[in-house]
T-cell receptor, first 114, second 116 residues
Framework: DTGVSQDPRHKITKRGQNVTFRCDPISEHNRLYWYRQTLGQGPEFLTYFQNEAQLEKSRLLSDRFSAERPKGSFSTLEIQRTEQGDSAMYLC???FGAGSQPQHFGDGTRLSIL | DAKTTQPNSMESNEEEPVHLPCNHSTISGTDYIHWYRQLPSQGPEYVIHGLTSNVNNRMASLAIAEDRKSSTLILHRATLRDAAVYYCILSAGLSNYGGSQGNLIFGKGTKLSVKP
């Protein structure tokens, strides 16, 4: 069990650029979640996948955000035309089985928009 | 979505027990009570969860009130490494497709400080 890994750990980009983050979940986990966390706040749910199917998206996930999980393994989160307000820590988590099961989090990708 | 209420901060002395309270008066019958903690610059870490009965694991104990409207996370002997933000979260337990099954709704949590 190597845990959930996220890449990159830090991303600095100019406003208006596109960015993509990758998450590799624990291998046998069928559920994968994306959260966003700003300074001083708890993480906020963005979206989740069960295998390759994206089953729920938060209202926080604007049209500029898209997430994929091809083949039910790793996932990518893309933000197009980044804005200052997108600066945050983007966290990925995975779990196995029903919604009550514990989620295992990665250490996140910190995005800074210049 | 069900919500929880926690104190903003608490202090403890090293090697003493810590009781972190959480109120969840609107909990439904199928909601699990989860506790996570987050150290600086790290993602949240699962601590413990339960439905109705008290639970113990190597990290902590979870005491759940009989009416399930409150719970307490117990760290038996606090260490400096336990200093973190502790989140109490309700998670829907039904294993249906779709809906809000499993996504965690975090509040601001309790910031625990541990003094040597």
């Amino acid at each position: 069990d190597t845990g959930v890994s996220q890449d990159p750990r830090h991303k600095i980009t100019k406003r208006g650029q596109n960015v993509t983050f990758r998450c590799d979940p624990i291998s046998e986990h069928n559920r994968l979640y994306w959260y966003r966390q700003t300074l001083g706040q708890g993480p906020e749910f963005l979206t989740y996948f069960q295998n390759e199917a994206q089953l729920e998206k938060s209202r926080l996930l604007s049209d500029r955000f898209s997430a994929e999980r091809p083949k039910g393994s790793f996932s990518t989160l893309e933000i197009q035309r980044t804005e200052q307000g997108d600066s945050a820590m983007y966290l990925c988590a995975s779990s196995f089985g029903a919604g009550s099961q514990p989620q295992h989090f990665g250490d996140g990708t910190r995005l800074s928009i210049l | 979505d069900a919500k929880t209420t926690q104190p903003n901060s608490m202090e403890s002395n090293e090697e003493e027990p810590v009781h972190l309270p959480c109120n969840h008066s609107t909990i439904s019958g199928t909601d699990y009570i989860h506790w996570y903690r987050q150290l600086p610059s790290q993602g949240p870490e699962y601590v413990i969860h339960g439905l109705t009965s008290n639970v113990n694991n190597r990290m902590a104990s979870l005491a759940i009130a009989e009416d399930r409207k409150s719970s307490t996370l117990i760290l038996h002997r606090a260490t400096l490494r336990d200093a973190a933000v502790y989140y109490c979260i309700l998670s829907a337990g039904l294993s249906n497709y779709g809906g809000s099954q499993g996504n965690l709704i975090f509040g601001k949590g309790t910031k625990l400080s541990v003094k040597p």
